[in-house]
Nanobody, 125 residues
């Protein structure tokens, strides 16, 4: 059974940083395309960042490019999202996702099969 468990969310002032973690079990992150999405009430889930199964390719939403970095630690079977220069508009529940079907750094939520429970990120102005 695949489980993705996010952690690292919290309350931070604008300009601050947070690092989200996604610990996986039941799958190997080094063999899976992984991604982060986020969602606010009343809005659709929004792509944030993704990493291919090889780890060589990454993709970012324009809104986070240059501020966020996705990475993984194969030994810990964990994916990270380093978030710097946070803005109030980054406030959302952030979700980790894994795909059993695609191998690239895909941006569509429909390409991901497994989801974590989410972690709240709140950025105050």
């Amino acid at each position: 059974q695949v489980q993705l468990v996010e952690s690292g969310g919290g309350l931070v002032q604008a300009g601050g940083s947070l690092r989200l973690s996604c610990a996986a079990s039941g799958l190997t992150v080094s063999s899976s395309a992984m991604a982060w999405f986020r969602q606010t009430p009343g809005k659709e889930r929004e792509f944030v960042a993704s990493i291919s199964w090889t780890g060589r390719n990454t993709a970012y939403a324009d809104s986070v490019k240059g501020r966020f970095t996705i990475s993984r630690d194969n030994a810990k079977n964990t994916v990270y999202l380093q978030m710097n220069s946070l803005k109030p508009e980054d406030t959302a529940i952030h979700y980790c996702a894994a795909s059993a079907r695609v191998t690239g750094a895909n941006k569509s939520p429909y390409q991901y099969d497994f989801w974590g429970q989410g972690t709240q990120v709140t950025v105050s102005s």
